[in-house]
């Protein structure tokens, strides 16, 4: 174990619980159990309060991608294959990612929107539905590549402001249902106005990776800075994070005046487990002092020494004053935008 007075890594915390539980330290099982109690405090202290951990903020930012039309296309009536003349579709942009890519989207004029599940060449696309029209698509038509879902780190578990996906932009973010009912199809391009936060299928790893769509879809290339807490828990000696401790000299992503508060946890699991309920009381009792500490702590919880206070009278008034209003569909008011 550390020289420090108190639990450092992964080794500590989980020999401290086994010398509390007074469990045998060398028995695979035992230890393993020990682990295991350790993660599951962690997460349940991080996910456990709905409120923000200034560690686990990450930021991040999205570059859009301006809808592509270059060269031509076909499509045969009940196909799902679109031929290209001259589109260039897996040739690299000025940003380093192909024209096209499976996570954009296809229209050829009309109104339906056809989504991407293979991009096979420069002049070769598979699409997901089959091209449903009166007649086939000639060669020489026109069409538009365009993107409006992107990808979100690996790490993302949700956005730091459920009400806004980027401040900088003021795009705000609005329910998955809410985002289908009011925006169906898109139809339009333009600077995004609202956004919402997507699980997608999973792919290649048991990870679920997310995305974020925007409405309008994006006319141009822009720069979309967000912020984010990360599903990231632990780190490694080498500064490699990952979701939970698995290496003796592993991490929490946890001030380590609050590692503590682990030990207390596990211990109470531990003996509720065992149907020891006072035990498990008594040390429910110490790992929920431990959280109230971290609640209270300034660079968490709301900060006391510096705050903004708005006029009364402003929100006091009658709902309508003149031109301007004191309620917003998206977040002006809550953000004290004018």
Request: contains cysteine; proline residues 5%.
């Amino acid at each position: 174990m550390s020289s420090t007075t108190n639990v450092l890594d992964f080794s500590d915390i989980y020999t401290e619980i086994l010398n509390k539980m007074r469990q045998p330290t060398n028995v695979t099982a035992i230890t393993a159990q020990a682990k295991r109690y350790a993660n599951t405090a962690l997460h349940d202290m991080v996910f456990g309060f709905e409120y923000k951990l200034p560690w686990l903020e990450r930021s991040s930012f999205i570059t859009t991608m301006a809808p592509y039309t270059t060269g031509t296309v076909a499509v045969t009536r009940g196909s799902v294959t679109v031929t290209g003349t001259d589109t260039l579709w897996t040739t690299a942009n000025v940003y380093n990612v192909n024209n096209a890519r499976t996570s954009g989207k296809l229209s050829f004029g009309g109104g339906d929107i056809y989504t991407i599940s293979a991009v096979g060449g420069a002049g070769t696309i598979t699409m997901h539905q089959r091209y449903v029209a009166g007649e086939d698509l000639a060669a020489g038509s026109s069409y538009t590549y365009f993107e409006d879902e992107y990808a979100l780190p690996s790490d993302f578990l949700k956005p730091i402001d459920y009400q806004c996906f980027s401040q900088a932009l003021n795009i705000p973010i609005v329910g998955r249902n809410d985002f289908r009912r009011m925006y169906p199809s898109p139809r339009i391009s333009g600077k995004p106005t609202v956004a919402t936060i997507l699980d997608k299928a999973f792919t290649t790893t048991s990870t679920q990776p997310m995305s974020v769509q925007f409405y309008p879809y994006p006319n141009t290339n822009l720069i979309i800075p967000y912020t984010y807490i990360t599903k990231n828990l632990a780190v490694s000696s080498a500064g490699v994070e990952s979701t939970s401790m698995s290496g003796d000299t592993d991490e929490p992503a946890l001030p380590v005046r609050y590692r503590n508060a682990l030990v207390s946890f596990a211990i109470a699991k531990w003996y509720r487990d065992k149907k020891d309920d006072a035990r498990a009381d008594a040390a429910n009792n110490d790992y929920m002092t431990e959280v109230t500490r971290v609640v209270s702590d300034q660079r968490i919880g709301a900060n006391t020494t510096m705050q903004i206070t708005p006029k009364v009278g402003l929100y006091g008034s009658r709902p309508y004053s003149g031109s301007r209003t004191r309620f917003s569909t998206n977040n002006s008011f809550d953000s004290f935008r004018t």
